[in-house]
């Protein structure tokens, strides 16, 4: 039997769809797969052979209307919630990121910039942040975009209308941030790990195929404080996509998938 989870309520249409062919061989469950040990056991299954966590957002997310995921929907209304009403770890609806935005003190915005986003300046667009609040509440997509281009302006003396760096839109990293931020992406993760694993059956495994260094490093230090207490690392190095397949999915680029079996 495959059980598949997602709290986004699209994602589990689509899921639904795509195997129905498999008839009650195939379950979807819409909730956060935080509460995978209470699914599962609902179930009436006592352990699984294997478990796959697809980290982070699907592409379908980044087109849907509505959802303000991507930095490029200008016209749309800062959410970035994978779903409005399942929570993470409360049981309650997440915080929208234009919630967010306009109520987290300038401290708490700089730290899930920097710690999320890995954002150089968070400081500073923290502060452009809390300066336009006061004037009207940020509540689209375009708002949001146009305070992190101006600070980026500023701070490369140019009056380019986007001056990219790197290769990277100065967006880029702050919506990684807040997309973070609102889902509570890290502490889930960190709180499904050790529940994933004492749900293995003995020779099952645990892949997560994660999408950025912070997912990626979580994931790094959790196999490896298990090495040596009834689990064994299978992938010494994570296994990155190939340059073929990074050419026909770009997305696939910054993916890494890790591996550890219960012995």
Known sequence: TLVGIDADPEAVVRA????ESFGEQAVVVRDNFLHIDTIISGLGFTCV???LFDLGWSSPQFAERGRGFSFLQSDEP???RFSSDVGNLEKRPNKTAGELVNSASPDVLVRIFREYGEEKLAHEIAGAIVVQRTKEAITTVKQLVEI???VYRKKTHTTKEVPWIGGLHP???VFQALRIA????????EGVLPKALSLLCPGGRLAVISFHSLEDRLVKHFFK???GKGYRVLTKK???PSSEECKVNTRARSAKLRVIEKI
């Open 78 to 80: 800062l959410d970035m």
């Open 225 to 227: 404080s298990h090495i």
């Open 49 to 51: 052979d294997r478990i």
């Open 171 to 173: 967006a880029t990293r």
């Open 16 to 19: 639904k769809h795509f195997l």
């Open 182 to 189: 609102v889902n509570k992406e890290l502490e889930v993760l």
């Open 238 to 240: 994570p296994i990155v």
């Open 148 to 150: 992190i281009l101006e």
